[in-house]
């Protein structure tokens, strides 16, 4: 199975960056300037619709800002590490390139990546969010040499932990995901295993181990006011000598996926607890489905708009990758040649992200490696057969992928408009170019009934125009209809996952 996804690893956001076959580095260095323009406590929401890349754009900014970090410069004499630092170069260079023509003043900003959705069966957002800040500033060596730091944190850890009143024990695994090092490159691009972080001969891990046997009575007590809390943050954030030279960029990502009480839960102890003028939050999230979480949460009647504008200082849409350079990425022309422009139509016409697009291709490729063999002994069946798989199926997995109560109704043939919309929505496509019907409305009209109804749908008035099927060298029958559902399915006998 040939692989079409574009994954987050180090090399491809590095080649992405360097070589921009997406044409996203506008919009990356728009945003990157928009994040070095920020001198306040922003919190940023970054909207698109699932699958259309915003994981992907967060890591690029990520890298752009791990990649002018003082701390990027100890890793220049590390043998092991020669062709991560000079892709790090490269991309300054691309930095450099982008502020020739401009008067910009940057300061390092440190960059930590915190997947929501990994981290919401978490008891608080603020332990899993705190512990993700650790492991960053220590890859990014801001604990080297300084175990007075370390154990500060620890300290006042505990105390956090103690003040927030936890009702179950927490583990390291609902707690501490893996530990893979940010800047590390995987040059065979494959998953960095987790790894234990030692700090003067101590697990980093351990700071956050058994949280629950630190709690007493006392400390309770002492930290039950939110404002010591809110104290105990500030502390915390004073120990990592985070101050004015340095802003802290916290990518949020996957809030929308959460359950709806954490997603709540983090909105609100972000803003309640993390409001520092160095510090700037970027929610990597779909507003529409943010929205929903919302209103699962208090109610269908609850604005959850409104809602969301006290936490969010600035919402940025995330454009559109265009079709034509995605697909010339992933190289699909040159697999499917002309027909592409076929397939492009099916994208264009379903509005398809860019995930549903990785995810249309793989089924179309599985259902379509060895399709059909020698089900048919008719030649005019045999033709018919050739039309459904080139210009049927694409349309049933464009249906399949984006509305599936839509795909029931066209295959118990309850849903004849939407069949005929989508095919004379473009009366100058390879459908009709491929075969040239009179009527091109009624024609898929009478292709949808014989297909889905099993019967026709000319009446006999106009046999004329059923006569069109035969001199086409059309014959649609009901196995055809079997032999494309067999096909979707993908565990048909024809469906080949060696290739």
């Known amino acids: ?67 002018e970090l003082p701390e990027i410069e100890e890793i220049k004499n590390d043998k092991s590490r020669n062709v991560e630092y000079q892709r790090f170069e490269l991309i300054n260079e691309k930095i450099k390139e982008h502020k020739l023509n401009r008067d910009m003043k940057t300061i390092p900003q440190l960059p930590i990546y915190y997947d929501a959705w990994k981290n919401d069966n978490a008891t608080d957002p603020i332990l899993s969010l705190i512990y993700e800040i650790v492991k960053a500033f220590h890859n990014m060596y801001k604990f080297k040499g300084k175990p007075e730091v370390l154990n500060a944190l620890k300290e006042i850890a505990k105390s956090i932990v103690s003040s927030i009143d936890l009702n179950i024990n927490l583990t390291k695994k609902t707690i501490t995901p893996e530990i893979n090092l940010p800047i590390t490159e995987n040059t065979n691009d494959t998953q960095q295993p987790g790894v234990n972080i030692n700090v003067n001969g101590e697990k980093l891990s351990t700071i956050f181990d058994n949280f629950d046997k630190f709690k007493s009575p006392d400390l309770l007590e002492d930290f039950k006011k ?30 929308d996926r959460c359950k709806p009480t954490y997603a709540i839960q983090f909105l609100e102890r972000i803003k309640h607890y993390f409001d520092r003028q160095n510090i700037t939050f970027v929610f990597s999230t779909n507003i529409k489905e943010l929205i929903n979480t919302v209103q699962n949460y208090y109610g269908n009647n609850f604005n ?196």
């Open 304 to 499: 959850g708009s409104r809602y969301l504008d006290k936490f969010f200082d600035l919402r940025l849409q995330l454009p559109k990758v265009e079709l034509f350079y995605y697909l010339k990425l992933l190289k699909v022309e040159e697999r499917y040649g002309f027909k592409i422009d076929y397939l492009k139509q099916v994208f264009d016409y379903f509005n398809l992200e860019m995930r549903e697009i990785t995810r249309f291709l793989k089924i179309f490729e599985l259902s379509t490696n060895n399709m059909f063999g020698n089900v048919f002994t008719g030649e005019y069946e045999e033709h018919a057969m050739q039309m459904c798989k080139e210009y049927i199926l694409p349309f049933l997995i464009g249906v399949y992928i984006t509305n599936l109560k839509l795909f029931d109704e066209i295959i118990n043939g309850k849903a004849e408009k939407e069949f005929v919309d989508f095919y004379t929505s473009n009366p100058n496509s390879l459908f009709f170019r491929a075969y040239e019907f009179g009527n091109q409305k009624v024609m898929c009209q009478e292709i949808y009934h014989q297909l889905f109804n099993n019967k026709s749908y000319i009446s006999p008035e106009n046999i004329q125009i059923s006569e069109s099927l035969a001199q086409h060298q059309l014959e649609i029958t009901t196995e055809h209809k079997k032999q494309l559902l067999a096909a979707l399915s993908l565990l048909s006998i024809f469906t080949d996952y060696r290739n």
């Open 1 to 67: 199975m040939l692989e079409y996804e574009l994954e987050p690893t180090f090399d491809n956001i590095y080649k992405t960056i360097v070589n921009d076959p997406i044409k996203r580095n506008e919009f990356l260095f728009t945003f990157y300037d928009l994040l070095n323009s920020i001198s306040s406590a922003t919190t940023i929401s970054l909207d698109g619709p699932w699958g259309s890349g915003k994981t992907f754009f967060i890591k690029q900014t990520e890298l752009l800002l791990k990649s």
């Open 226 to 255: 939110e404002d010591n809390l809110h104290e105990l943050i500030n502390q915390f954030f004073d120990k990592l000598s985070l101050d004015n030279k340095t802003r802290l960029v916290i990518f949020i990502d996957e809030l």
